[in-house]
């Protein structure tokens, strides 16, 4: 075997990665000649983080090595690629859970976590900086599976899995990437997402030992007690049992980076996203090649970053822009003057409000509750659901629906449906987390119509084109899956999510929904 030859570059960064490179013994250099030719020889580069804490301080420079695995070919560098990350939701429901149970949270870090996994395939890359490669003449075989390469994180993902189910721990067949473990009435979950590992524990012995023997097989970093995650900041109260998600500063930072696009609008202030009645469309989408579009193109690559960034926000913590985010993001690839102008308006409604946190205050007396609502529109309606679990909002969603509604009512029907499949969902993955489910589920709906329809075959000449699709909700009732009750629009906390409501209105449900719990 070749002998390894550090050439020294500037940066702790770098020299950390290189070296637990060379530890791992991720590649061995050949001979370029010695490649079978018209094999494929990848180049590299480093990519550069800062990962900060949680009060925003830096906790350290990272710098990765990445292979450009665009360059790989299917059916010979690789072949499946598939590999998912713990679901949004059910962090936040596993959250509330432990805020009400007083359950210890604490998260894991697996360092290089992708090199712990090795690869079946022959892969050639060119030596990184900071090898001696003497001249292009030596060139990387591929060891371990390195960050960029397609199959990548399907092989970390796979390693990890099996790892965690040799340990005793039991696979979620709902969401994979959670795993359940129980003994003598203790319970500890992880919940995966990549190389970060959140741990949800009744007994810090049993803990412990996981620790030990996750350690022993990988390079760990134990974090100690969650305060921070995927860019969110964990506050809790254990003598209240209650807990905070916070993202201001992800959220300042989008501000700061962004700010200068505010120009006059600067010294205005908002108290809802979107102006009332907006309804962004594509007729105002600039034609490619006229004028417009060219004065649009300095504007689009801060239009994706500034949607993107929004989508994150709704995703996680921010309910309240999760209908303007999910608007803006229809227009990514070319977006008009009134769409960019209204990312701006998200924008400065977000910087009054900044410290808006996603606040869960848990009532175990309270099982699931689901609220549902559709604006009707001549073309894609849109529905919005909210669902809460011991009175804490842990799942949202804003969607345009896929096919054309004939009425009001059909479209409120239509909604309803899609928060019951997303209630079929939580309820399978309350069951893998122990809870016992024995009664239906309520789905609360503001019209009165389809709540009618999701029991009875109503207003048949009116519905008769959706009979099948209406089957499937009526068939959920029968079986006591769900339950579709009526309330008033005037506390639909799911409003907010279907349209661009007036402040009024919106500073009221935003309100109700905060004195929920």
Same mark, same amino acid.
């Given at each position: ?31 370029? &000649? ?17 990962? /900060? ?76 900086? @900071? ?21 990548? @994180? ?74 921070? &995650? ?10 209240? /049992? ?34 009332? @009645? ?164 309520? &789905? ?74």
């Amino acid at each position: 075997m070749l002998e390894w030859t550090l050439i020294t570059l500037p940066g702790e960064a770098v020299a950390k990665e290189l070296t637990g490179l060379v530890a791992l013994k991720t590649w061995d250099l050949v001979p370029l &000649i010695s490649v079978p030719a018209g094999a494929n020889v990848m180049h590299c580069h480093f990519v550069f983080a800062i990962k /900060r804490k949680a009060d925003g301080s830096i906790d350290k420079f990272k710098a990765r090595l990445v292979a450009d695995g665009n360059t790989q070919k299917h059916g010979v560098d690789f072949n499946r690629v598939f590999a998912t990350v713990v679901k949004a939701l059910t962090i936040r429901l596993v959250l509330a859970i432990a805020a009400a149970r007083d359950y210890n949270l604490t998260s894991l870090d697996i360092r290089q976590a992708y090199l712990q996994a090795t690869i079946d395939e022959d892969l050639y890359m060119r030596a990184p900086p @900071g090898i001696n490669s003497r001249g292009g003449e030596l060139v990387c075989k591929l060891r371990r599976s390195l960050y960029g390469l397609k199959q990548a @994180g399907r092989e970390w993902a796979q390693l990890l899995s099996s790892f965690l189910v040799s340990w005793g721990f039991v696979r979620s067949t709902i969401d994979v990437c959670l795993y359940t473990y129980e003994q003598s009435g203790s319970i500890l979950w992880a919940l995966v997402y990549v190389d970060d590992i959140l741990i949800v524990d009744s007994c810090p012995d049993l803990r412990a030992r996981f620790v030990a023997d996750i350690s022993k097989r990988f390079p760990t970093e134990d974090k100690g007690e969650l305060e921070w &995650i995927l860019n969110t900041a964990i506050t809790r109260d254990r003598a209240a /049992r209650t807990l905070n998600l916070s993202q201001a500063l992800y959220t300042a930072d989008l501000i700061t980076k962004f700010g200068s696009y505010f120009e006059r609008s600067r010294s205005r202030h908002f108290d809802s996203p979107m102006e009332e @009645g907006l309804e962004l469309s594509p007729a105002d989408q600039p034609v490619p090649g006229s004028v417009e579009h060219d004065e649009m193109s300095q504007f689009r690559e801060a239009y994706m970053a500034i949607v993107g960034a929004l989508l994150w926000l709704a995703n996680m913590t921010r309910v309240d822009i999760a209908y303007s985010a999910s608007q803006l993001a229809r227009f990514m690839t070319n977006p008009g003057p009134s769409h960019f102008k209204a990312a701006i308006r998200v924008l400065l409604y977000l910087r009054d409000t900044t410290d808006r946190a996603l606040m869960m205050r848990p009532d175990p007396d309270r099982g699931l509750e689901s609220f549902v609502d559709s604006s009707w529109a001549t073309k894609f309606s849109c529905s919005g659901g909210m669902f809460f679990f011991y009175g804490c909002l842990f799942h949202w969603f804003s969607k345009m629906q896929r096919s054309v509604t004939l009425s009001s009512a059909e479209a409120e029907f239509f909604g309803t449906m899609l928060a019951a499949k997303e209630v079929i969902f939580i309820r399978e993955l309350l069951i893998d987390l122990g809870f016992i489910i024995d009664a239906a589920s309520v &789905i609360k709906c503001d019209s009165k119509s389809a709540v009618g329809m999701a029991f009875d075959p109503v207003a048949f000449k009116k519905t008769k084109h959706i009979l099948r699709a209406a089957e499937f909700l009526r068939d959920l009732v029968t079986r006591e899956v769900v339950s579709v009750e009526h309330i008033s629009g005037a506390v639909m906390l799911a409003d907010i999510l279907t349209k661009a409501a007036s402040r009024g209105v919106f500073v009221d449900l935003i309100k109700q929904l905060d004195s929920f719990a």
